[in-house]
T-cell receptor
Framework: DTAVSQTPKYLVTQMGNDKSIKCEQN?????MYWYKQDSKKFLKIMFS???????INETVPNRFSPKSPDKAHLNLHINSLELGDSAVYFC??????????????FGPGTRLTVL | KQEVTQIPAALSVPEGENLVLNCSFT??????LQWFRQDPGKGLTSLLL?????REQTSGRLNASLDKSSGRSTLYIAASQPGDSATYLC??????????????FGKGTKLSVIP
């Protein structure tokens, strides 16, 4: 059973398009995250949701909009894609947002290429 | 703002050697520290999680230590194997101004174990 899954695994699209990446976790966790790993392999947090509520929103262009229909899902929608958006996007989850049980579990990543 | 540094950026060792990967962080007010492994084109696999009150954690051939006051952690890998070849990421968990716990990642150490 896959704990944290993402779709699609690869996404190739043209500049200016709008695209979405989906994430689901079956661990029963309350908190989910989106991270971006750039071409230099540096991982940085973008968003965090706890039980469908946005709790972390780092300095990310407002073209990026996360949506959490329920606590098991956190989708990432990107409008007007730009070349600089090309990266690998990772979804992760943890039991809750406080100290206890905060080991984070990561999905396999979505490699986005903007042409 | 928390900064995490991993040294060396890359390491190549012959099979069977013991090795140490280093991680340092600038703000010692952390809750925990997590070591991950990332294989090429794959997601992150959690290896060890050390809470701030702990000094070390062990899992099989892996031993991670934490010296919170000096802002350092090490990952010791005993009797290295070619299958250990991967990028190892250190991530520090701390309280963010947004009211939640979040991970700050280092840029990783790329390990190659030569048969």
């Amino acid at each position: 059973d896959t704990a944290v899954s993402q779709t699609p695994k690869y996404l190739v699209t043209q500049m200016g398009n709008d695209k979405s990446i989906k994430c689901e976790q079956n661990l029963g966790h309350d908190t989910m995250y989106w991270y971006k790993q750039d071409s230099k392999k540096f991982l940085k947090i973008m968003f965090s949701y706890n039980n469908k509520e946005l709790i972390i929103n780092e300095t990310v262009p407002n073209r990026f909009s996360p949506k959490s229909p329920d606590k098991a899902h956190l989708n990432l929608h990107i409008n007007s894609l730009e070349l600089g958006d090309s990266a690998v996007y990772f979804c992760a989850s943890s039991q809750d947002r406080w100290i206890q049980g905060n080991e984070q579990f990561f999905g396999p990543g979505t490699r986005l290429t903007v042409l | 703002k928390q900064e995490v540094t991993q040294i060396p950026a890359a390491l190549s060792v012959p099979e069977g050697e013991n090795l140490v990967l280093n991680c340092s962080f600038t703000d010692s007010a952390i809750y925990n520290l997590q070591w991950f492994r990332q294989d090429p084109g794959k997601g992150l696999t959690s290896l060890l999680l050390i809470q701030s009150s702990q000094r070390e954690q062990t899992s099989g051939r892996l031993n991670a230590s934490l010296d919170k006051s000096s802002g350092r952690s090490t990952l010791y890998i005993a009797a290295s194997q070619p299958g250990d070849s991967a990028t190892y990421l250190c991530a520090v968990g701390a309280y963010s101004g947004a009211g939640s716990y979040q991970l700050t990642f280092g840029k990783g150490t790329k390990l190659s174990v030569i048969p």
